[in-house]
């Protein structure tokens, strides 16, 4: 039994996929809707549909991935639309709206547009996207962070959740902590690519991907340890009312099963996603199932949270 909740919604499994990957389009939503995970989220929407960085824009790398995609969407009005038919047609599985600003008052616009629609469901705020050219990741500038927050939850009344970039020092997740219980989040997400990494090919000494001079955001096994520390760090910080999704680094049932173990209340696959495609929902969700029966686990909440120290 792989049953979880976030907030007031329930979810029949903790697999989810990761903003981004594979969920641009309706046709992709819908794919992601007839696999076993236990819902999905939609690509980051933006006040205006981008096409985004040019190509080559991700990469394949040994042990995960890189990508400047810089937002590519069809824009907030598109996801919006997808989400509101989505759970007219499946009451039974809450759907996660993503949507990322370019600044910060972008989030205010969005807001607004949310809070006017039909949607009740959870919707993920992208405070971390490390790829549009010469805007900085927002969830680093605490003072701004807190600045849409408040502003937000001046009127926003819907289930609302924050995507957050991997921090590093202890004083940073004291301080963005001491933040976010602030405010009456539902969960916050940790955690998005490593930003800025680079890869480089060694037959011609370039770059493997071109926006941004080859900088782009690391994800997949490189980032597993980071996204263990962020969400144990965050759930030793957090209210217990604010619930942690924790993404980074899954290529097997064990790694899902550490971020759990770290407080994560669902998982979200990105570089696997990506690499191995959606098959990859049924053979994580045997791999977890396996990894409990071998602990006597028979549900989520018998090891969620339960990491032991020496
Ligand atoms: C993009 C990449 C990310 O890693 C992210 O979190 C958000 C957006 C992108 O470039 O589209």
Do not use: W
């Not at 400047?68 to 007219?88: A, T």
């Not at 009451?91 to 039909?118: E, R, T």
């Not at 004083?171 to 680079?198: C, E, H, K, R």
């Amino acid at each position: 039994n792989l049953h979880t909740t976030i907030g007031s919604f329930g979810f029949d499994n903790v697999l989810m996929n990761a903003s981004g990957v594979r969920c641009m389009t309706a046709a992709d939503l819908d794919k992601l809707a007839d696999t076993v995970a236990g819902t999905l989220i939609t690509k980051s929407g933006t006040p205006e549909a981008r096409t985004g960085n040019p190509s080559p824009r991700a990469a394949g790398l040994p042990f995960g991935s890189i990508n400047s995609m810089g937002l590519p969407n069809l824009g907030i009005d598109y996801y919006i639309d997808y989400v509101e038919k989505f759970q007219e047609k499946h009451p039974d599985k809450p759907i996660f709206l993503s949507v990322a600003g370019l600044g910060p008052d972008d989030y205010h616009v969005i807001a607004k547009k949310i809070q006017a629609s039909n949607f009740t469901g959870p919707t993920e705020f992208n405070l971390s996207c490390p790829n549009v050219p010469g805007k900085p990741q927002i969830a680093y500038d605490i003072p701004t962070t807190r600045r849409i927050l408040d502003d937000m939850f001046s009127f926003f009344t819907k289930p609302a959740g924050i995507k957050l970039p991997p921090y590093f020092d202890l004083t940073q997740f004291d301080d963005m902590a001491a933040v976010l219980n602030d405010y009456p989040l539902t969960f916050i997400n940790s955690m998005n690519s490593i930003g800025n990494g680079m890869a480089i090919d060694p037959e011609t000494d370039t770059t493997l991907i071109k926006p941004k001079g080859g900088f782009g955001g690391i994800g997949g096994t490189y980032a597993k340890p980071i996204a263990l520390a962020n969400v144990r760090a965050f759930r030793l910080r957090l209210r217990p009312e604010i619930a942690i999704i924790g993404t980074g680094g899954v290529t097997s049932g064990r790694d899902v099963y550490d971020l759990i173990l770290c407080g994560a209340s669902m998982v979200q696959l990105g570089t696997v996603l990506g690499i191995e495609g959606l098959g990859v929902f049924q053979r994580l969700t045997e791999e977890l199932s396996a990894e409990m029966a071998k602990k006597g686990y028979t549900s989520i909440s018998d090891f969620q949270g339960k990491l032991k120290t020496l």
